[in-house]
């Protein structure tokens, strides 16, 4: 009977991958050179070499970010990733080892997977960028002001809008999930969480003030009544300028601003006298 566990499976798969690797020679740094310039002419056997020769390297650099959440055989992964893109962009002619150019690539890629593997929603790589640096920021100006500093200091500080400040920072923050457990009679956050969607009694208010103030116009006059209506948006949704309203009515603008102020107060003093007879 087979007893292994997937943590066992792994071992096994590390192990091989280890032996596998470790098979490989190491390059040379004219070799490195060589490989660098094949590479840039599009040959595809000599970057495979170039990577093939390294892989040890993303090994060790991955062993020293190993944690709960991201395992080993993930991180060596993401480094090989990272290792690729190295291949793809180093310059042989600039005197520097390939494994001194690679293992900023690979220690950014593993980094990079490590943030987004906590994040319910992975940003783009700038956006990452731009988080590090405000909470860099962050940080330092705290110890400066000694308290939290603003979106507005933040974005003083780094030169970069607030409004793109506050933007990161909001996707930076964490996610919620609707199930979890809200401490209210074992009931989930869904069960206590409003749903603003449709409000049934917010609906029938805003219908039953529609309904009142049409009925209050009735005591205008019917060119005051419809200075009104053209001015608070009763028709169609649009709100009327003073000049376009004289021009409709053919008055000036002032007369139209007269004629609201007076109906207006008519209103008010409508609606006064119904509330003293609904209070009496």
Known sequence: M????????????????????KR???????EERELSSRIAQGDEEARRRLIEANLRLVVKIARAFVTQDMPLVDLIQ???????KAAEKFDGGRNVRFSTYASWWIKQSITRSLVNSRRAIRLPHRKEELLRRIQKTYNT??????????????AAELAIPESS??????MSSALLSLDTESGEDSGSVIDVFEDYTYSPDGELMRACLREEAVRMLELLQEKEKRILLYRFEFLNGEKFTLKRIGTELGISPETVRQIEKRAIKKLKDGAAESMGYALS
């Open 24 to 30: 490989v020679p190491l390059l040379t740094a004219d």
């Open 165 to 170: 400040v506050e933007a990161v920072m909001g």
């Open 78 to 84: 993401e480094g090989n990733v990272g290792l690729i």
């Open 141 to 154: 100006l705290t110890q400066v002001f000694q308290r939290e500093p603003t979106p507005a200091e933040i």
């Open 2 to 21: 087979n007893t292994k566990t997937v943590s066992d499976t792994k071992e096994d798969v590390l192990h091989s991958y280890y032996a596998a690797i």
